[in-house]
């Protein structure tokens, strides 16, 4: 599940791979391995290194959360959403912006709700 | 993740000017930044503040939501964010202390010269109020 979750969070972030690599000294091969592989057996400190660029803790990676289920479960008709400055109607790739930005608060609320900090 | 609000900037491409997003699962909100399109601290204030009306209003709207609809959350939503960013006594006191120009309002409030234009306008005709 590392890779989802870190290609969830570069999509959340706006960040591209090679950026990432670029930024992080870590090569572009390892880091689409983890992504594209799913490869869970990348070393702790490459981790280290993506989670503090991308400024989450590296446990963020390693936690058990079904994250990556979120999308298979979101039910979009349960969200709404608002647009500042955004007058007609959506363009179909603003829409799937906007829905992955749906996933990012449904994966976001799976781990809050676990941790009993949700509202 | 704070009292169910969730916060994130990126590079989101939106059409237009739209610099800031909320989505809500009815519960939960997140509020997404487009980096891309905020450029000042100003501006950046002004969209968190938008957003946190959408908010705290729970004026958010679904896809398939008429014009008329969105027209009506982004009304509100924009009201509140006027009313957090720019009370109408402290416009009052510092209109009163000579600050009386739009751009000069606009930097001592720290927001943009249209949002006090915008603050003018909701408070002597909507709210039918005199500074």
């Known amino acids: 599940m590392i890779g989802e ?13 090679g ?9 572009k091969s390892t880091v689409y391995s983890i992504i594209k592989r799913n490869n869970k057996n990348v070393a702790y400190s490459v ?3 993506i989670s503090e660029f991308l400024g989450v803790p ?21 969200f709404t959403y608002a647009a500042h400055k955004y007058s007609g109607d959506l363009r179909p790739e603003d829409k799937d912006t906007i829905i992955k930005m749906m996933q990012t608060l449904a ?13 | 993740m704070d009292a169910g609000v969730l916060v994130a900037s990126g590079s989101y491409h939106l059409k237009g000017e739209c610099d800031s997003v909320i989505v809500s699962d009815g ?7 487009d980096i891309d399109k905020i450029r000042t601290i100003a501006q950046e204030k002004e969209a968190v503040a938008h957003e946190w009306a959408h908010w705290i209003s729970g004026a958010t709207y679904t896809f398939d939501a008429p014009p008329a609809v969105r027209q009506k959350a982004e009304t509100r939503a924009d009201r509140r964010q006027i009313e957090k960013l720019l009370p109408f006594d402290e416009m009052r006191a510092a209109m009163q202390n000579g600050i009386t120009e739009a751009w000069e309002l606009a930097e001592f409030f ?13 408070y ?5 109020l005199k500074f």
């Open chain 1, 5 to 17: 979750k870190l290609e969830q969070l570069l999509t959340a972030k706006g960040i591209k791979a």
């Open chain 1, 19 to 27: 950026t990432l690599a670029r930024e992080t000294g870590i090569p």
């Open chain 1, 47 to 49: 981790m280290e290194k």
């Open chain 1, 58 to 78: 590296v446990e963020y990676f390693y936690d058990s959360d079904p994250v990556s289920e979120a999308p298979a479960t979101i039910d979009f008709d349960a």
């Open chain 1, 107 to 119: 994966a976001a609320n799976k781990g809050d709700d676990k941790h009993g900090k949700a509202d």
């Open chain 2, 27 to 33: 519960c939960h909100y997140g509020i997404f930044l």
């Open chain 2, 110 to 122: 720290n927001v943009s010269e249209s949002l006090i234009m915008d603050a003018v306008e909701y």
């Open chain 2, 124 to 128: 002597t005709g909507p709210c039918g």
